[in-house]
């Protein structure tokens, strides 16, 4: 057997071991701290929330031209079994952005904007939505450019803004605009080439925008679409026949 100050000796130095052990542990977690990265932040806060289904008699008005079982589904507040993932939530959130950046950019080039109120129409089914904007048809572009040489854009932007606001200025300055409808919406490259190509947006994008522009009794309705890739902009304006339709 080992004598008793051999045996110390080891309680000794496996004490020292622990503590150097605890020693490192708390450093690394410091470090760790100290240099946690940005992109887990924004990763993990950027992920939209879905609505916890319920059960419902009307349908939200993005949800129209969509296949009659999964708006039943959808009515009788059944879970979906293939929720979004992450990245897909993700996605959301970038139209998001692309479509805030449009009405900005609108915005500060002089028109004037209001938020819409909720709308609801009511035919074979009622239908609920909240659109983007009504443009009042008024313009202010001494405003827009005092906004814009506020926001302290980097040099290229504010550029691109103020030439936005002297075109509008120069085609609409003794012009007054119906209030009309006007609804952003955000899309990826190749959808971008197939609206451009069909000469209109996607069906469910132009059956939302008769809906607030029917709900609201105006006479003009805008569909304004951007490529998230290239920032293209589309623009389409509602016919009396895409209202048939809707009706």
Not at 201 to 220: A, F, V, W
Request: with cysteine.
């Amino acid at each position: 057997f080992p004598s008793h100050d051999r045996v110390a000796e080891a309680v000794d130095h496996c004490s020292v071991c622990h503590l150097h052990s605890e020693l490192l542990f708390l450093l690394n977690k410091h470090n760790m701290t100290q240099r946690i990265s940005l992109a887990q932040i924004w990763n993990e806060s950027i992920v939209r929330t879905d609505r916890e289904p319920s059960e419902r008699d009307y349908l939200w008005a993005s949800q129209l031209n969509k296949p009659p079982v999964e708006l039943w589904l959808q009515m009788r507040g059944t879970k979906p079994t293939n929720f979004p993932n992450a990245r897909s939530r993700r996605k959301f959130q970038a139209g998001n952005f692309f479509e805030h950046m449009v009405s900005m950019v609108m915005m500060r080039s002089g028109v004037m904007m209001e938020k819409q109120d909720e709308v609801w129409t009511e035919y074979d089914i009622k239908v609920k939505g909240k659109g983007d904007f009504i443009l009042t048809g008024k313009f202010d572009f001494n405003k827009a450019i005092q906004d814009i040489k506020a926001m302290f854009l980097p040099s290229s932007m504010e550029e691109m803004f103020l030439q936005i606001c002297d075109r509008m200025k120069f085609e609409f300055e003794d012009t007054e605009i119906e209030p009309t409808v006007f609804e952003i919406k955000s899309v990826a490259e190749r959808t971008m080439s197939k609206i451009e190509k069909n000469g209109k947006p996607l069906e469910s994008h132009i059956m939302q925008t008769c809906h607030y522009k029917i709900g609201r009794k105006l006479n003009d309705g805008v569909v304004a679409v951007i490529c998230r890739d290239d920032l293209r902009l589309f623009e389409y304006h509602v016919t009396e026949e895409d209202e048939r339709k809707y009706v």
